[in-house]
């Protein structure tokens, strides 16, 4: 199977184009992801190619109305078509909570199995640079914790090709969220019309055995970049990469805490009742008895997104934070 | 001077002190002049969405407190913590200042309603874009201005464009103020480039407010020249050079100018000297601006409540 370099936004195209390219069903719609090319111009190219006549509906402009358009998707979805619905930043998709958790997550369950919601919805979530407090939230957290969606955070350009058409071909609600500092990261792809990650498996993305770092989306890169650091005082630290919060791949996790008896959540969130709360929780629970120490665990702090680039630094985790962190767990 | 005050944050942006999104009120300048000059300062409530230079400069707020907190800086108006898109100056009452398209639209019709309850003749000004016009949470805010008579004036400022999206391309009916009509609201299409027409209809329709405790919609027809926000920087995708070139010649600045001149009502030096001492003035704005210092990390903290601190610590 072809291999390239392609970064976390090329690839996360690619795929979109391959899975519109394969499956006349889907169709992608969002605000300014058309004419304007997306804010993060994940969509790029997209109108020019597939808006050819009058009547193309392949990439849709959408007026600013989340809870309008997140709804005309849902119905579109549950007569078998497949939306792409792009946010503009996952901050935006508050104001379509009520369509995406009362409605969507809901229609499989309620109509007894009559009817699926195959859509995904898709975006940045997470802090940017200084795009202050009504744009940098991290929600994934939030949709995790409701039953009838799946929620996905993929660190590498690999995962947000495979995954992203993964998630077009499932027929549940999916919300897939992408750290804006991830998309001009690069890596080697490998393409192809089947290349799919299913969603519920973990990865260990580089193999220790004094203490396990776990994470999802960027935070893994921070990870990675502390294992290096631990690496040059003797340290081996291993990094698991969650990437799928629901379903989560406990299994995977509870391995590298079995081996390396130690293990630290970091994620960007909220450190109060972020992801993160539940995947330490869960190893505590579950791992009592193989840990040398309590989970440790590193979180964005608990308060609004602040704009200056100095506070905004101080929110979110880094790799001295998670230093800090091993420090304590002795 | 709003113009030159922003043209010297559009400087900054390029220096990177100023970061994030911003977006300047350059070409929609006569709206905002207009319709503020029809209101009694410090009484009556304005509140607009993220283009929100301008508002607080007319209605007498710190200028240097402006730029600082679009600087990000511990002497701008929130400390830092808001920056271009979050300027408050409430003592002067201008309630900002929002970055969710349409989301301050029910919170100008609390502002109304607060009045109403306590029977003072405030009126409220709540702007919001041709964009933000489509949503949901507008027409919800129509529905209860009109239901409870609150004495807002909706101001839809119809610059053509919702980001690089064309007025066409997001709205079924492109005759903005008859949005008000379904609500009984009264509702007109006004000029907002020429700043002498906008300040007499301003003071025919807040009088109007004020006197008859009845909501009011109206649609400015106005341009921005600039790119959406400061990192737009390719506006062709959206609109041509020829069109923004006819549109630029509606310049009211240039028109007010014009018109001083050819009444003789300013000479051309005495014109001059103004601008000259405008220039002194923003570059001594952004002098002070820029010398405020970065809030301290522990301000990280400060603010989230009230009576309390948040958990600390990452
Ligand atoms: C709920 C929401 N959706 C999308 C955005 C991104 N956005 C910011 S401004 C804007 C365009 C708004 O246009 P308009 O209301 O006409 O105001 P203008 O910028 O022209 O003043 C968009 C799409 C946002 N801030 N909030
Ligand atoms: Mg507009």
């Not at chain 1, 957290?141 to 996905?152: E, I, N, Q, R, T």
């Not at chain 1, 396990?212 to 970049?225: D, G, I, K, N, Q």
């Not at chain 2, 209860?144 to 400022?157: G, H, S, T």
């Not at chain 2, 066409?168 to 006004?190: C, M, V, W």
């Amino acid at each position: 199977m072809p291999t390239q370099e392609l970064s976390y936004r090329d690839a996360l195209r690619m795929a979109l184009v391959e899975e519109i390219d394969r499956d006349q069903n889907v169709f992608v719609m969002g605000e300014d992801i058309g004419r304007y090319q997306g804010t993060f111009r994940v969509t790029e190219g997209l109108f020019q190619k597939y808006n050819v006549e009058q009547n193309d509906w392949r990439i849709i402009d959408t007026p600013i109305v989340e809870p309008g358009f997140t709804g005309i998707a849902i119905g579109a979805a549950m007569t078998g078509l497949r939306p792409v619905v792009e946010m503009m930043t996952m901050s935006f998709s508050i104001l379509a909570l009520d369509q995406i958790i009362n409605h969507a997550a809901k229609i499989h369950y309620m109509t007894g199995g009559q009817s699926t919601v195959p859509m995904v919805i898709r975006g940045p979530g997470g802090a940017a640079k200084q795009l202050s407090a009504q744009h940098s939230h991290s929600l994934e957290g939030w949709y995790a914790h409701c039953p009838g969606l799946k929620v996905v955070a993929p660190a590498t350009p690999q995962d947000a090709y495979s995954m992203f058409k993964q998630a077009v071909r499932d027929d549940n609600p999916v919300i897939f969220t992408e750290n804006p500092g991830l998309y001009t990261i690069k890596g080697e792809v490998t393409t192809g019309p089947d290349v799919l990650q299913p969603f519920g498996k973990a990865q260990v993305l580089r193999e220790g055995k004094d203490l396990s770092l776990v994470a999802y989306s960027r935070m893994v890169h921070v990870c990675l970049e502390v294992a290096d650091r631990l690496a040059e005082v003797g340290i081996s630290a291993e990094v698991v990469d969650v990437r799928s919060l629901l379903p989560l791949d406990t299994e995977t996790i509870y391995q590298s805490v079995r081996k390396t008896n130690r293990a630290i959540v970091v994620y960007e969130d909220w450190k109060s009742g972020g992801f993160g709360a539940e995947i330490a929780s869960r190893i505590s629970e579950d791992c009592f008895d193989d840990l040398d120490a309590p989970v440790g665990r590193v979180g964005g702090l608990n308060v609004p997104m602040p704009y200056s680039r100095v506070l905004e630094l101080e929110c979110i985790p880094n790799a001295d934070d998670v230093m800090a962190a091993v420090r304590k767990l002795g | 001077m709003i113009r030159r005050f922003e043209d010297k944050c559009n400087i900054a942006y390029r220096q990177g002190l100023v970061g994030g999104y911003m977006h300047v009120y350059i070409g929609m300048e006569a709206t905002a002049v207009g319709w503020n000059a029809a209101l009694k300062p410090g009484w009556d409530y304005v509140i607009t969405a993220y283009r929100d230079h301008a508002q607080p400069l007319i209605m007498g707020s710190d200028p240097v407190k402006v730029m600082a907190e679009i600087m990000g800086r511990s002497g701008g108006y929130s400390f830092g913590k808001g920056g271009s898109m979050h300027i408050y100056d409430i003592e002067n009452c201008f309630f900002g200042g929002w970055g969710i398209v349409g989301g301050h639209t029910p919170l100008g019709a609390g502002l109304a309603f607060a009045a109403k309850y306590r029977k003072e003749d405030r009126v409220t000004i709540c702007y919001l874009g041709d964009g933000a016009s489509n949503a949901g949470v507008f027409f919800e805010s129509l529905n209860m201005a009109a239901l409870w008579d609150l004495p807002v004036i909706f101001i839809i400022e119809n610059n053509e464009f919702a980001m690089g999206t064309r007025l066409e391309y997001h709205a079924a009916d492109t005759q903005l103020y008859k949005r008000g009509e379904p609500f009984g609201i009264k509702s007109e299409r006004l000029d907002g480039m020429d700043v002498l027409q906008v300040k007499a209809d301003a003071e025919r329709i807040v009088n109007w407010v004020r006197e008859n405790q009845k909501p009011y919609l109206v649609e400015v027809m106005n341009y921005r020249f600039a790119g959406h926000g400061a990192a737009d920087n390719d506006r062709q995708l959206y609109r041509t050079k020829e069109e923004e070139d006819e549109n630029t010649k509606r310049d009211p600045i240039a028109r007010l100018e014009k018109y001083l001149t050819e009444n003789n009502l300013m000479t051309a030096e005495k014109m001059e000297a103004i601008n000259v001492e405008i220039e002194e003035r923003v570059e001594a704005i952004y002098e002070e601006a820029v010398n405020s210092p970065h809030p301290e990390p522990h301000e990280v903290y400060a603010h989230v409540y009230s009576d309390m601190e948040p958990e600390k610590g990452h």
